[in-house]
């Protein structure tokens, strides 16, 4: 088993790496302060193909792997894991655009999705569902044109800011079945958006509920086949549960890299506190962690590449195992920087903030733990 990257794939983490130090570390705090992302920064993002990183090369994507996009989302995140989550479910939405929509709604929305100039979110959870998606009440009505929506959408990254929304509406019965997908451009009458949530982490990402009042669409934005949207909005969820794993594992990484140059500097005693074995420990249960957590990563998205059938199972291992650790990881990196941690100009208790929602959002942990459950019983 071969556990090496290719040379390309060290190039695409290279790239991503070098692009967030240069244009997002140096202003990752000031954009948590102002609660937003500036809009220029995506098409810049979008230059290097990362505004459709698994869009296929047939429709203008990039075509990687998903194993490739996890390098990309782990380089980013060394620079600030809110910016990389918030282009990672863009990225959730272009896929769906590239699989699923009529040809004719994908040369009407991909084109401006793949180079960001439209940005998009991802519209699944309600105020009363979350874990239970299933459970959604936003209803989509036939009319003599398209579909009218009512209902709100809890939680959503980019409500308000975002140029477009991808959102699961029930259109038919009460089961799963009757869930279709559709698309809301900004500025559809009847789309209007709650108040800027107040966040522990994800400061830079705005967050509200989208909420629509007898909002008028064309049948043409159905995407994909009435009846199938729930089905369209899991199979996204595999792919997700590894990028906010490789955020999580990114920003776990920066916190520790910078841990080892603040313990080089700071001394206590007569000499530096990396000398002192108690904390050499921690250093070494930390790189153990992150190296573990690197290479579960890693696996999943082999087994999601190459449509194994447990390849749900790995990701939400992967999700559970991943961002756990990485909270882990920075808490110790916090508690390595004793006082300093806890101080915004070190950056370390951002880090902290931003990786504890990982462990709620894209199916939170403890349902990560009953899809592995119920496979294993299902195998046995």
């Known amino acids: ?35 937003t992302i500036p809009k220029e920064l995506w098409p810049q993002l979008a230059e290097l193909g990362f505004g459709g990183l698994y869009v296929s090369e047939e429709n203008g994507g990039s075509g990687l792997s998903r194993l490739d996009a996890t390098l990309v989302f ?53 105020p009363g569902s979350g874990s239970d998606a299933a459970a959604l009440r936003t209803r989509a009505t036939a009319t003599d044109q398209g579909y009218s929506l009512t209902g709100t959408k809890a939680f959503i990254s980019g409500g308000g800011y975002s140029d477009a929304y991808i959102v699961m509406a029930r259109s038919g019965d009460d089961s799963p079945r009757g869930i279709s997908a559709f698309v809301i451009e900004d500025g559809t009458a009847g789309l209007s958006y709650g108040g800027l949530e107040d966040k522990m982490g994800w400061r830079s990402q705005p967050t509200r509920q989208v909420q629509m009042d007898d909002c008028h669409i064309p049948a043409t934005n159905l995407l994909g ?58 250093l070494a249960d930390a790189e153990i962690e992150l190296q573990a957590a690197r290479t579960f990563l890693r696996q999943a998205a082999w087994k999601l590449d190459n449509g194994t059938p447990d390849a749900t199972k790995f990701c939400a291992m992967a999700k559970k195992f991943v961002t756990e650790a990485g909270s882990r990881v920075a808490d110790q990196c916090l508690q390595l920087h004793g006082g300093y941690g806890y101080l915004a100009d070190y950056g370390i208790e951002k880090i902290v903030r931003d990786l504890r929602v990982h462990q709620i959002l894209e199916g939170t942990n403890e349902i990560m733990r009953l899809i592995v459950a119920r496979q294993l019983l299902a195998e046995r």
Not at 21 to 35: L, T
Not at 107 to 121: G, N
Request: charged share 25%.
């Open 225 to 282: 086949t009435e009846g199938e949207g729930f089905k369209y909005a899991m199979k996204g969820l595999d792919g997700g549960r590894l990028n906010i794993s490789a955020c999580s594992l990114g920003a776990a990484q920066a916190a520790l890299t910078q841990t080892l140059n603040y313990m080089a500097e700071r001394k206590a005693f007569g000499k530096s506190i990396d000398h002192f074995q108690a904390l050499q420990f921690r």
């Open 1 to 35: 088993m071969d556990f090496a990257l290719t040379e390309e794939q060290d190039a695409i983490f290279d790239m991503a790496r070098a692009f967030g130090e240069e244009h997002i570390a140096p202003h990752a705090q000031a954009w948590e302060r102002d609660g």
């Open 74 to 126: 782990e380089a980013l995140s060394m620079a600030c894991p809110s910016v990389a989550a918030f282009l990672s479910i863009h990225n959730m939405c272009a896929k769906m655009l590239d699989s699923f929509a009529s040809d004719e709604m994908r040369d009407r929305y991909l084109p401006a999705a793949l180079s960001m100039e439209k940005v998009f979110s991802y519209c699944l959870t309600e």
